[in-house]
């Protein structure tokens, strides 16, 4: 059966989109198509008002030591009681922290930094208000730090020393985001902008609003192009999405009810690790930095960031409750590329009930390349209850390569070997690209699809699915083809409008 929430959209309108046989029937189609929308909008702010407003379900009783940090704590108390909390990031990261201990940010504070979780640690939150807000942005470069004018006009440089690459600068808390400008090397040695290909050389070649240049290796400095003034007076806060993750998780952590924002590369990431749970919390503008300058044979630089990852083998990895929008890469993947020597088991990963918005892939998995071991192996793998919307839509776009948004991202690696993995009861709404972007060498390491809703415009992609990579189109034959190669019932197709 479907969820309750999918139950909830589906029936007050009673429909199951079908092909259109005549203008009318289109016309009607059209209109049912909008209605769902609307009703899909109205239970997507509900969801995200639910988890925004969540609460700590942590029994305090049942860890050895509870810290609590505060704002306007003090680093020389232990940390102990409320009365005694702790202030900084910094001092956490110091202490000597045991497993069956628990951490609690008091709501309504702002920390900046890394947070670098212990073995066995639960992080969790106490008080009232919002969710306590972990940003890996150093400062508010509207509120401190000056933009001085560049003999550039309308060029302005940040006068603070950021020698740790920027994925991009969100203003205003969302309502406008920067656009990276890299260079792309030709043979000849010359350079040219990554979006027009117009030459470009240097933060004098800036000329469109909010592009900006990053030279994080000999001035160290941000340049940002503004056609409406110093950036500084135009806007009352500006983001610095700076290299590095906001949260180093490890084996038997619990993050809960956290708000993690503006960093350029995870919201949190591990290597390998068993039992990390990630439940109840906001994520929001993060990736974008510099992974490397010359991988894939690219002669430009590639970008990353996800806002929850991992990096190799898993067991017991669980995603649930959370908001997660605005990534430049994944909302929430466990990956790797497989060249290792021993074998790498994906095992026992759960990712239900979040709401994804806006991320060039919702959900990304893959284990291995075709030239890599064989004894990889994925199991026990849940996606299910979740909406994930606009794949593709965000501010990952300014991406150069624009072919590769879906909601389920596998890329190629035919070698993703897979057992008892199931994708149900999840709402797939819109991508730029494909829908579900899904590849294995053998059926039976596909995903089973069961109860899924599926809305795309008429004739879009569907997705590349299988061992040869066949593209699908979303028509009047996307049922069938979901339930030939996956075996998906009761799909729920949506032709939403252009």
């Known amino acids: 059966m479907k969820s309750n929430f999918i139950n909830g959209i589906i029936s007050a309108i009673t429909l199951i989109a079908v092909v259109a046989t005549s203008s009318s029937c289109g016309s009607q189609e059209t209109n049912s198509a909008q209605k769902f929308l609307l009703k899909l909008d109205k239970k997507t702010e509900q969801m995200k008002g639910d988890i925004l407003a969540s609460k700590s379900t942590i029994d305090i009783n049942a860890f050895a030591n509870?810290?609590?940090?505060?704002?306007?704590?003090?680093?020389?108390?232990?940390?102990?009681?409320?009365?005694?909390?702790?202030?900084?990031?910094?001092?956490?990261?110091?202490?000597?922290?045991?497993?069956?201990?628990?951490?609690?940010?008091?709501?309504?504070?702002?920390?900046?930094?890394?947070?670098?979780?212990?073995?066995?640690?639960?992080?969790?939150?106490?008080?009232?208000?919002?969710?306590?807000?972990?940003?890996?942005?150093?400062?508010?470069?509207?509120?401190?730090?000056?933009?001085?004018?560049?003999?550039?006009?309308?060029?302005?440089?940040?006068?603070?020393?950021?020698?740790?690459?920027?994925?991009?600068?969100?203003?205003?808390?969302?309502?406008?985001?920067?656009?990276?400008?890299?260079?792309?090397?030709?043979?000849?040695?010359?350079?040219?902008?990554?979006?027009?290909?117009?030459?470009?050389?240097?933060?004098?070649?800036?000329?469109?609003?909010?592009?900006?240049?990053?030279?994080?290796?000999?001035?160290?400095?941000?340049?940002?192009?503004?056609?409406?003034?110093?950036?500084?007076?135009?806007?009352?806060?500006?983001?610095?999405?700076?290299?590095?993750?906001?949260?180093?998780?490890?084996?038997?952590?619990?993050i809960d009810n956290l708000c993690l924002k503006y960093c350029g590369s995870h919201g949190i990431g591990a290597g390998t690790t068993r039992n990390l749970t990630v439940t109840n919390c906001e994520l929001g503008w993060i990736g974008g930095s510099i992974q490397s300058e010359n991988s894939f044979g690219r002669n430009h630089p590639t970008r990353y960031g996800n806002a929850v990852e991992i990096y190799g083998g898993c067991e017991n990895f669980t995603v649930t409750g959370c908001y997660i929008y605005q990534i430049y890469d994944a909302a929430i993947t466990h990956q790797h590329q497989g060249d290792v020597n021993t074998p790498l088991t994906m095992r026992n990963v759960l990712y239900a009930d979040n709401l994804i918005e806006d991320c060039v892939y919702s959900i990304e998995y893959f284990l291995g390349r075709e030239d890599t071991i064989q004894s990889h192996h994925m199991e026990g793998i849940l996606i299910a209850n979740n909406i994930m919307r606009r794949a593709g839509y965000g501010w990952g776009n300014q991406r150069p390569d624009k072919e590769?948004?879906?909601?389920?991202?596998?890329?190629?690696?035919?070698?993703?070997?897979?057992?008892?993995?199931?994708?149900?009861?999840?709402?797939?709404?819109?991508?730029?690209?494909?829908?579900?972007?899904?590849?294995?060498?053998?059926?039976?390491?596909?995903?089973?699809?069961?109860?899924?809703?599926?809305?795309?415009?008429?004739?879009?992609?569907?997705?590349?699915?299988?061992?040869?990579?066949?593209?699908?189109?979303?028509?009047?034959?996307?049922?069938?083809?979901?339930?030939?190669?996956?075996?998906?019932?009761?799909?729920?197709?949506?032709?939403?409008?252009?």
């Open 66 to 254: 509870v810290y609590y940090i505060s704002a306007d704590g003090d680093d020389l108390n232990d940390g102990l009681a409320p009365e005694r909390a702790i202030k900084s990031l910094q001092h956490l990261n110091e202490l000597e922290l045991q497993q069956g201990d628990c951490v609690l940010f008091r709501r309504g504070d702002l920390w900046r930094g890394q947070l670098k979780t212990r073995q066995g640690v639960t992080y969790s939150a106490y008080g009232e208000g919002e969710k306590p807000r972990l940003y890996g942005s150093p400062n508010d470069a509207a509120k401190s730090g000056k933009w001085i004018e560049t003999e550039t006009e309308n060029v302005y440089m940040y006068d603070g020393e950021l020698p740790n690459d920027i994925g991009t600068l969100v203003f205003n808390h969302g309502q406008a985001h920067a656009f990276k400008v890299m260079m792309i090397r030709e043979e000849d040695g010359s350079t040219l902008h990554i979006e027009t290909r117009e030459p470009f050389s240097s933060y004098r070649d800036l000329k469109r609003d909010l592009e900006f240049y990053h030279d994080y290796k000999q001035a160290k400095r941000v340049y940002l192009y503004s056609t409406e003034g110093n950036p500084a007076e135009r806007f009352s806060s500006i983001e610095l999405l700076t290299k590095g993750h906001i949260v180093i998780a490890t084996n038997d952590v619990t």
């Open 404 to 498: 590769t948004p879906a909601h389920i991202k596998s890329w190629s690696h035919h070698t993703n070997h897979a057992t008892n993995f199931r994708v149900e009861n999840n709402v797939f709404d819109r991508s730029t690209r494909d829908l579900l972007n899904i590849a294995a060498a053998e059926r039976t390491s596909m995903p089973t699809l069961l109860n899924n809703t599926y809305i795309q415009p008429m004739g879009a992609q569907a997705g590349s699915w299988g061992s040869e990579g066949k593209i699908y189109v979303f028509d009047q034959s996307v049922e069938q083809s979901l339930g030939e190669l996956f075996g998906e019932e009761q799909a729920t197709i949506i032709y939403a409008e252009e």
